[in-house]
């Protein structure tokens, strides 16, 4: 795994817990956490729980931090469908609204790069999130059908599917 840790890409092993903590103190509820981690993410939840639901093993990780250390951004990101799939991204509640969804996901896509070859960024997000649909607009994503079956979890009509080329 390896993680970047500010807009100077700094790369260390993994997340600190102290990271993991900020991170976790986003989602105060069962619906926060859903709409972030996915329908099978499992809550309440414990810190050996989260970590093992974001698969930080498993996932390139991406977490942007301000100036004084403070975790800023989070998101993730791998190969499905020959595509960099984003997922779990997430900004601080405080920051939401400034524009930092650019920087996160142009460095998903920076550090992706490395991993596998992609012309093309997906991600699924909820209908009701109407700030994160917005933000991925903004950034040249389209709604499409999702080419392939979906796995039952990610099946619902509430769940949308985006795309963009690069």
């Not at 460095?107 to 992609?118: C, S, V």
Request: glycine content about 6%; hydrophobic content about 40%; charged content about 20%.
């Amino acid at each position: 795994m390896r993680v970047v840790t500010d807009l100077k890409h700094q790369l260390i092993s993994s997340p600190s817990p102290v990271l993991l903590v900020q991170l976790m103190s986003w989602f105060k509820t069962e619906d926060d956490i859903r709409i972030w981690g996915g329908p099978e993410f499992r809550y309440p939840y414990t810190l050996e729980s989260f970590v093992a639901d974001t698969q930080l093993d498993n996932l390139l990780t991406v977490c942007l931090l301000d100036g004084t250390g403070r975790l800023s951004a989070f998101g993730q990101c791998y190969n499905r469908l020959d595509c960099c799939h984003l997922a779990r991204l997430a900004i601080a509640p405080d920051l939401r609204g400034r524009g930092l969804v650019i920087p996160l996901i142009q460095t998903l896509a920076n550090e992706a790069k490395g991993e596998f070859p992609f012309s093309e960024l997906s991600l699924f997000v909820l209908e009701s999130n109407e700030g994160a649909r917005l933000a991925y607009e903004k950034q040249g994503f389209n709604y499409l059908d999702y080419p392939a079956h979906r796995p039952d979890s990610y099946a619902g009509p509430d769940i949308l599917y985006m795309r963009k080329t690069l």
